[in-house]
Nanobody, 124 residues
Framework: QVQLVESGGGLVHAGGSLRLSCTAS????????MGWFRQAPGKEREFVGG????????ALADSVKGRFTISRDNAKNTVYLQMNSLKPEDTAVYYC?????????????????WGQGTQVTVSS
Protein backbone atom coordinates (compact mmCIF):
# COMPACT_ATOMS: atom_id res chain seq x y z
CA GLN A 1 0.00 0.00 0.00
CA VAL A 2 1.26 3.45 -0.95
CA GLN A 3 -0.07 6.80 0.18
CA LEU A 4 0.66 9.78 -2.05
CA VAL A 5 0.36 13.44 -1.14
CA GLU A 6 0.81 16.18 -3.73
CA SER A 7 1.78 19.76 -2.95
CA GLY A 8 2.96 22.89 -4.72
CA GLY A 9 -0.10 23.82 -6.71
CA GLY A 10 -1.49 27.32 -6.83
CA LEU A 11 -2.34 30.32 -8.96
CA VAL A 12 0.29 31.68 -11.34
CA HIS A 13 0.33 34.08 -14.29
CA ALA A 14 0.98 32.81 -17.78
CA GLY A 15 4.70 32.39 -18.32
CA GLY A 16 5.32 31.63 -14.68
CA SER A 17 6.59 28.49 -12.98
CA LEU A 18 5.52 26.04 -10.33
CA ARG A 19 7.09 22.93 -8.89
CA LEU A 20 4.80 20.16 -7.80
CA SER A 21 5.94 17.57 -5.30
CA CYS A 22 4.48 14.19 -4.50
CA THR A 23 5.65 12.44 -1.35
CA ALA A 24 5.00 8.76 -0.80
CA SER A 25 4.69 6.72 2.34
CA UNK A 26 3.75 3.20 3.29
CA UNK A 27 5.85 1.09 0.96
CA UNK A 28 9.12 0.99 -0.94
CA UNK A 29 8.93 4.12 -3.04
CA UNK A 30 11.96 3.20 -5.13
CA UNK A 31 10.23 0.11 -6.52
CA UNK A 32 7.47 2.14 -8.20
CA UNK A 33 7.33 3.98 -11.46
CA MET A 34 5.74 7.38 -10.89
CA GLY A 35 3.48 9.38 -13.13
CA TRP A 36 1.83 12.78 -13.23
CA PHE A 37 -1.61 13.18 -14.76
CA ARG A 38 -3.96 16.12 -14.97
CA GLN A 39 -7.65 16.69 -15.45
CA ALA A 40 -9.22 19.97 -16.49
CA PRO A 41 -12.93 20.68 -15.97
CA GLY A 42 -15.01 18.87 -18.54
CA LYS A 43 -12.03 17.02 -19.96
CA GLU A 44 -10.65 13.54 -19.58
CA ARG A 45 -7.64 12.82 -17.44
CA GLU A 46 -4.43 13.01 -19.43
CA PHE A 47 -0.86 11.87 -18.94
CA VAL A 48 1.64 14.63 -18.27
CA GLY A 49 4.87 12.80 -17.50
CA GLY A 50 6.41 9.81 -15.81
CA UNK A 51 9.67 8.52 -14.41
CA UNK A 52 10.92 4.97 -13.95
CA UNK A 53 11.68 3.53 -10.54
CA UNK A 54 15.39 4.26 -10.97
CA UNK A 55 14.91 7.74 -12.38
CA UNK A 56 16.90 6.87 -15.49
CA UNK A 57 13.92 6.90 -17.84
CA UNK A 58 11.42 9.69 -18.19
CA ALA A 59 8.58 10.49 -20.54
CA LEU A 60 6.61 13.67 -21.15
CA ALA A 61 3.48 14.43 -23.11
CA ASP A 62 4.07 16.36 -26.31
CA SER A 63 2.02 19.26 -24.95
CA VAL A 64 4.52 19.88 -22.14
CA LYS A 65 7.84 18.90 -23.71
CA GLY A 66 10.37 21.69 -23.46
CA ARG A 67 8.45 23.29 -20.59
CA PHE A 68 8.05 20.60 -17.91
CA THR A 69 10.58 18.24 -16.39
CA ILE A 70 10.03 15.29 -14.09
CA SER A 71 12.48 13.90 -11.56
CA ARG A 72 12.55 11.85 -8.38
CA ASP A 73 14.56 11.61 -5.20
CA ASN A 74 14.24 8.11 -3.82
CA ALA A 75 16.02 9.10 -0.61
CA LYS A 76 13.18 11.56 0.05
CA ASN A 77 10.38 9.36 -1.33
CA THR A 78 9.42 12.26 -3.55
CA VAL A 79 8.75 12.86 -7.23
CA TYR A 80 8.77 16.36 -8.71
CA LEU A 81 7.15 18.05 -11.67
CA GLN A 82 8.87 21.30 -12.59
CA MET A 83 6.55 23.38 -14.73
CA ASN A 84 7.92 26.39 -16.60
CA SER A 85 6.41 28.72 -19.18
CA LEU A 86 2.96 27.86 -17.93
CA LYS A 87 -0.02 28.48 -20.17
CA PRO A 88 -3.71 28.93 -19.31
CA GLU A 89 -4.38 25.54 -20.93
CA ASP A 90 -2.21 23.93 -18.24
CA THR A 91 -4.94 24.75 -15.71
CA ALA A 92 -6.09 21.49 -14.14
CA VAL A 93 -5.98 19.31 -11.09
CA TYR A 94 -2.67 17.49 -11.13
CA TYR A 95 -2.40 13.98 -9.72
CA CYS A 96 0.59 11.81 -9.03
CA UNK A 97 0.36 8.07 -9.32
CA UNK A 98 2.51 5.04 -8.50
CA UNK A 99 2.69 1.82 -10.47
CA UNK A 100 4.69 -1.41 -10.38
CA UNK A 101 5.62 -1.31 -14.06
CA UNK A 102 9.27 -1.48 -15.04
CA UNK A 103 8.62 1.02 -17.83
CA UNK A 104 7.15 4.52 -17.85
CA UNK A 105 3.52 4.12 -18.76
CA UNK A 106 1.24 6.85 -20.05
CA UNK A 107 -1.84 4.77 -19.26
CA UNK A 108 -3.67 5.59 -16.07
CA UNK A 109 -4.91 2.04 -15.61
CA UNK A 110 -1.33 0.83 -15.19
CA UNK A 111 -0.92 2.86 -12.02
CA UNK A 112 -2.14 1.35 -8.77
CA UNK A 113 -2.10 4.26 -6.32
CA TRP A 114 -3.19 7.86 -6.71
CA GLY A 115 -2.92 11.04 -4.72
CA GLN A 116 -5.78 13.42 -4.00
CA GLY A 117 -4.57 16.01 -6.49
CA THR A 118 -3.42 19.60 -6.35
CA GLN A 119 -5.00 22.48 -8.26
CA VAL A 120 -2.93 24.45 -10.74
CA THR A 121 -4.50 27.59 -12.17
CA VAL A 122 -2.75 29.67 -14.80
CA SER A 123 -4.22 33.10 -15.49
CA SER A 124 -3.83 34.88 -18.81
Amino acid sequence: QVQLVESGGGLVHAGGSLRLSCTASGSTFSSYAMGWFRQAPGKEREFVGGVSWSGRSTALADSVKGRFTISRDNAKNTVYLQMNSLKPEDTAVYYCAAGKTTWVSNQGNEYDYWGQGTQVTVSS
